[in-house]
Every structure is written in C-alpha cells, then in structure tokens.
C-alpha cells in the first residue's frame, strides 16, 4: 500500500511507518487543496495533519485514496461529509494528547496570572531597573476559580492538575451532563453565568462549525475584566478581533493562547497586546506525544490494510 505522511515525523515514528509501508514523508508546509486533491489521486491511504486542506474539492471525482488516519485528535481541516460520500474513511489519534495539552494549558494559566510573558519581555529589553515591591502583581493560582469549557479527556486532565496540583475551584460548562468525575467539580448549564464565576477560563472544546466564535464579545464581557482567558482547543473558537479589543481596553486582565484563527498569522495587535501571552502551538510538542500520535495513527492504517476496522474511526 502506498502511504503519503503529509509531514516529517519523531525519529521513532518514522522508522516504524518506514519499516511496515512503501511511505513518502512531505516537508513542513500543510498541503493546499489542490495539492490534496492530487495526494487523494495518488496514494492508498495518507497520514494529514493540522492545516491540510482536505475540503469538498479534495474528494472529487473518484480518489485512489480510502483512507486518512490524521495525526491528531481534531479533525476539522477534513471536510468529513465529503469523505463518508467519497467512501473515504477518517480516523484520529485521541487520548495520546491529551495529558501535554492539559500541560500546555497549565504553562498558560501560570504564565497569565503571573505575567511571566510581560516579566520576560521586560527583562530581554534591558528596560529592567531591579526588583521593586509592586513590579508586575500578578495573581496565585491557590484558592481561585478555574472555569473550564468542555468537559472531555482534556478538561478533565487540566481541571485534575489545577485542583490537585494548585488547590483551586473548578467548575465548568458542557453542552451535555458530565458526571463521575475524580475531584470535586461544579456543572454550570449557562457560559455566561460559568464565565461570570471564574478568575480564568479555558477553552478545551472540539473546533468545528458548533463551536466557531462560541467565545465572543458577550463572553468577554461576562468573564470580566478581572479575569482571564487561555485557549488551548482550536484558534476560532474565540473571536480573535473582538478579543485584540478587550485586551488592549483592558476589560479582561489578560489571554494566554497556544492556538489562532488563521494560523500561522497571528495578528499584530495581539503581539502587541502586553497582557497576552502566546505561544506557537505547542500543545502536544513533546517527542513521547507526538510520537505516540504517529504510531497512533499508523495503528489505524495497519488495521485498515488487513481489513480491520480501525479503531479510531471517525467517519
């Protein structure tokens, strides 16, 4: 079987692909439509990744392509109606991740409430005169309220570290009843009233047309300007514009963000935002995850070339 990994891959995970397929490894540039459209044309089975246009026009006509295992638990740069009436088969790569994007939204929450972004930018400038008594306050963490949006194998694993880790106060939103959970926990139905009780809020929830702009002006507001933002899901869950706005006005006390609306563009004004912090996507940059995720996903094609099903089918 010809297999195409749409991107360059751990020492580990290519050595495994290498070792069971006839592979061909892609640089580190995303595929555009007209380029998956053409991979969909040539190869059996193909290992995508974040920002492959795999859209409608990618799986026209008929495709030698039956399978995609994508690198990843999120899955929405495939368009997954086109693939089921292609007969394309999509699978992920879950639970591999989710304890270093729980990591990475921790390094946020930490970052934020200590202005550690501001104190290092300060530092590098040489603007540093010495420690003063009231330089850069920022916040603990211990004994303040951690509001999470989605409730999955991420939201659990960060609401696990803040409570056990931090002694904080969890509580969250989700668009269905969560229950059985590990640490004390409180469910709010309404994100307005959530965001209301937390002094920072993360967003863990799936991206995708449901949850697109899901945080925006009247989310902002409700949050409050005392509290903070940090965002570890996907870019355009949060309206970037509207939270540029907030920032430099002020009416949030601050964002930590690893993910963007139109990546990798980041907009200007949110670099030059002094109370956000940002980071370059680097949830799940660690070599045992990303490696994980490989073999994760190279599990799914072995399963689909013996007649298997895979276990990680999405559609």
């Not at 692909?17 to 053409?38: G, K, M, S, Y």
């Not at 693939?83 to 989710?98: E, F, L, Q, S, W």
């Not at 999955?152 to 969890?170: E, N, P, Q, S, Y």
Request: proline content about 5%.
């Amino acid at each position: 079987m010809k297999l195409l990994v749409t991107r360059p891959m751990t020492r580990r995970a290519t050595a495994a692909i290498r070792t069971r397929f006839d592979a061909t490894f892609r640089d580190n540039t995303p595929l555009t439509e007209v380029q998956a459209a053409a991979a969909m044309a040539e190869y059996d089975a193909i290992i995508p990744t974040l920002g492959d246009a795999f859209t409608a026009a990618a799986f026209e006509g008929q495709p030698r392509c039956r399978l995609l295992a994508n690198f990843g638990a999120g899955f929405n740069h495939i368009d997954i109606a086109a693939a089921r009436a292609a007969g394309v088969v999509v699978t992920n790569t879950p639970d591999v991740v989710t304890d270093a994007t729980a990591d990475i939204a921790l390094t946020l929450i930490l970052m934020v409430l200590r202005r550690a972004s501001e104190g290092e930018r300060l530092l590098r400038s040489g603007e540093w005169s010495g420690w003063n008594p009231t330089q850069l306050l920022g916040h603990e963490m211990s004994g303040r309220t951690v509001g999470i949006i989605g409730m999955g194998r991420i939201g659990k694993a960060i609401a696990r570290r803040c409570h056990l880790g931090f002694g904080m106060d969890v509580v969250f939103f989700n668009r269905s009843p969560v229950s059985a959970l590990d640490i004390p926990a409180t469910q709010i139905e309404d994100l307005h009233r959530m965001l209301a009780a937390s002094d920072v809020a993360v967003v863990a929830v799936p991206g995708g047309a449901e949850t697109r702009g899901l945080i925006g002006a009247a989310e902002l507001r409700a949050l409050g300007r005392g509290s903070c933002l940090v965002n570890i899901a996907r870019g355009d869950v949060v309206d970037e514009e509207v939270l540029i706005e907030a920032l430099h006005q002020d009416r949030i006390a601050g964002a930590g963000l690893d993910v963007y609306a139109r990546e990798p563009h980041v907009p200007q004004a949110l670099i030059d935002a002094p109370n956000a912090t940002l980071l370059p996507h680097l949830g799940t940059a660690t070599d045992e995850t990303r490696t994980r995720m490989a073999l994760r996903a190279l599990e799914n094609v072995v399963a689909f070339s013996q007649g298997r099903p895979p276990a990680d089918r999405v559609a």
